[in-house]
Nanobody
């Protein structure tokens, strides 16, 4: 059983920063690829960033490259998403996801999901 709990969302102004955290209750967290996705009202859930189990590989959506950074602390079973220079179009519910098999941006491949944390960016 894998449980993922996101935190750190909130209401900020354009240009501000936020750091999201995702705490995982799972054995062998260090063997899971982890990712962040987001979903705005009326839109499909979309890929934001992913990180391999060892942190050696990281992928980002074009819309967030250069502004967001994904990282993980395997000793704390936690993955982070540092979001800088936030824009109103970043407003969404942010979800973390875990996959024991492979690093991917395809949401269909992820077995485990958190409940989400809301990020709202005002202009």
């Amino acid at each position: 059983q894998v449980q993922l709990v996101e935190s750190g969302g909130g209401l900020v102004q354009a240009g501000d920063s936020l750091r999201l955290s995702c705490a995982a209750s799972v054995r062998a967290f260090s063997s899971y690829a982890m990712a962040w996705f987001r979903q705005a009202p009326g839109k499909e859930r979309e890929f934001v960033a992913a990180i391999s189990a060892s942190s050696l590989r990281r992928y980002y959506a074009e819309a967030v490259k250069g502004r967001f950074t994904i990282s993980r602390d395997n000793a704390k079973n936690t993955v982070y998403l540092q979001m800088n220079t936030l824009k109103p179009e970043d407003t969404a519910a942010y979800y973390c996801a875990a996959d024991p098999r492979a690093l991917t941006s395809d949401k269909r491949q992820y077995d485990y999901w958190g409940q989400g944390t809301q990020v709202t960016v005002s202009s």
